[in-house]
């Protein structure tokens, strides 16, 4: 099962975006029930499919957006997975 607060966040800023679920996916050229599922938390997208979606929602620093509001205002503790994953996309939006 994937970070819920993650998932939670990507809908939110989609949503924001004014974007909807079926203009993501004929975007990214991925079935809606896929798509759905990483907004759920079933699963979550590959890093290069998060950062397009990062990219596509002008989410500019993806560090600060994923780790406020929820992930340390409530203590909630990462774990190393997820610190590895947030780690890998910082040096990768850097390149």
């Known amino acids: 099962m994937a970070n819920e607060i993650i ?11 004014g974007l909807s ?3 993501v996916c004929e975007w990214l050229g991925v079935r809606q029930s896929t ?6 938390g079933k699963s979550e997208p ?10 596509k ?3 500019d620093n993806i560090t600060d957006y994923f780790m406020s509001d ?15 994953k947030l ?8 390149q």
């Not at 998932?7 to 975006?17: M, P, S, T, V, W």
């Not at 798509?35 to 759920?40: G, L, M, N, Q, R």
């Open 70 to 84: 929820g992930i340390y205002s409530k203590r909630r503790v990462l774990d190393s997975r997820m610190l590895n």
């Open 7 to 17: 998932c939670r966040k990507l809908q939110d800023a989609r949503k924001a975006a």
């Open 21 to 23: 679920q079926k203009d």
């Open 35 to 40: 798509f759905s599922s990483w907004e759920t």
């Open 57 to 59: 929602y002008e989410i």
């Open 87 to 94: 780690a890998n996309l910082l040096c990768s939006s850097k």
């Open 46 to 55: 590959p890093i290069n499919v998060f950062l397009q979606l990062c990219m």
